[in-house]
């Protein structure tokens, strides 16, 4: 098990930028998948984001490839998301997921370590 903590999230316009962070807790960090996932009320929680266990395998939604950057530290127990471009339908709450294993994975019931998320508010 995992506690995750995400920070970063704010009040940007549309064309601006963000960074999020979600910092980990425990020692084995580094054998877990990561994921940015994000949701709106009344919408199911969408994927966003996957990076493997060394970072050397990313995977983006087609919603924001080229505009959303994926990375992680395992030095630090971090995982970053670097949003770039941002839109009005990028408004969310942004969270972060862990999954032991080294498979990237893109569904939400398969990682069971969650952060209590952080609100992405872009103004048009």
């Known amino acids: 098990h995992v506690q995750l903590v995400e920070s970063g999230g704010g009040l940007v316009q549309a064309g601006g930028s963000l960074r999020l962070s979600c910092l980990a807790s425990?020692?084995?960090?580094?054998?877990?998948?990561m994921g940015w996932f994000r949701q709106v009320p009344w919408k199911e929680r969408e994927f966003v984001a996957a990076?493997?266990?060394?970072?050397?395998?990313?995977y983006y939604a087609d919603s924001v490839k080229d505009r959303f950057t994926i990375s992680r530290d395992n030095d630090k127990n971090t995982v970053f998301l670097q949003m770039n471009s941002l839109k009005p339908e990028d408004t969310a709450v942004y969270y972060c997921a862990a999954t032991p294993g080294r498979t990237i994975r893109t569904m939400r019931y398969e990682y069971n370590n969650w952060g209590q998320g952080t609100q992405v508010t872009v103004s048009s």
């Open positions: 990076i493997s266990w060394s970072g050397g395998r990313t």
């Open positions: 425990g020692r084995t960090f580094s054998s877990y998948v």
